[in-house]
């Protein structure tokens, strides 16, 4: 009897040590392997990352830097309004013809067109020229061979009387576009 009793107090202690530190132990250990699995997950999630980052970093460094300062003359960052101006003046003066007046207005554009052109601005330009009508449709040519995107929205033609022969003053409105922030 003794021994069946010993028998069943030492199974109660058993099941006793089994329930009060075995259980927590091994529940403790199943998070931990859970967490575990987060970690690798996280880590090769990680992983792939630093090789795309890797990969776009290798194709954008195997771009010719001249190819890159082409793209932001194209579109630059920020309306780049003193490259414009030096631009517009190089033109005229390979066209032989005078400008008279350059002036500038950058828009912001509404909400809406914001959202149809993210990170898309417009810097709108007024010139006035003179010169002859062969020497305006060479500055229009240059200004279409221009690398900085620009649309000739207006333009005005003044025409002089015969009797003055002098030259023709022609107004012209531009849309020249640049990003608020670079992509390049």
């Given at each position: 009897?003794?021994?069946?009793?010993f028998?069943?107090?030492?199974?109660?202690?058993?099941?006793?040590?089994?329930?009060?530190?075995?259980?927590?132990?091994?529940s403790?250990?199943?998070?931990?392997?859970?967490e575990q699995e987060?970690?690798?997950?996280?880590?090769?999630?990680?992983?792939?990352?630093?090789r795309l980052?890797?990969?776009?970093?290798?194709?954008?460094?195997?771009?010719?830097?001249?190819?890159i300062q082409?793209?932001?003359?194209?579109l630059?960052?920020?309306?780049?309004?003193?490259?414009?101006?030096?631009?517009?003046?190089v033109?005229?003066?390979?066209?032989?013809?005078?400008?008279?007046?350059?002036a500038?207005?950058?828009?912001?554009g509404?909400n809406?067109?914001?959202?149809?052109?993210?990170?898309?601005q417009?810097?709108?330009?007024?010139?006035?020229?003179?010169?002859?009508?062969?020497?305006?449709?060479?500055?229009?040519?240059?200004?279409?061979?221009n690398?900085?995107?620009v649309?000739?929205?207006?333009?005005?033609?003044?025409?002089?009387?015969?009797?003055?022969?002098?030259?023709?003053?022609?107004?012209?409105?531009?849309?020249?576009?640049?990003?608020?922030?670079?992509?390049?």
């Amino acid at each position: 009897m003794i021994r069946i009793l010993f028998a069943i107090l030492c199974a109660g202690g058993g099941i006793f040590l089994l329930q009060s530190y075995v259980q927590p132990a091994l529940s403790k250990i199943e998070d931990l392997r859970a967490e575990q699995e987060v970690v690798t997950d996280t880590i090769d999630k990680a992983r792939e990352v630093i090789r795309l980052r890797d990969k776009l970093s290798g194709t954008y460094n195997s771009i010719a830097p001249a190819d890159i300062q082409k793209v932001r003359k194209f579109l630059p960052a920020g309306s780049a309004v003193s490259v414009f101006l030096v631009d517009l003046e190089v033109l005229a003066k390979e066209a032989e013809i005078h400008v008279q007046t350059i002036a500038f207005t950058e828009e912001g554009g509404t909400n809406s067109e914001k959202s149809e052109n993210i990170g898309m601005q417009t810097l709108t330009v007024t010139v006035r020229v003179e010169g002859t009508y062969e020497d305006f449709q060479k500055f229009l040519t240059l200004l279409e061979r221009n690398l900085r995107l620009v649309d000739v929205v207006r333009i005005n033609l003044k025409g002089q009387s015969e009797e003055v022969k002098s030259n023709m003053q022609f107004d012209i409105e531009l849309k020249a576009y640049y990003q608020d922030r670079t992509i390049l």
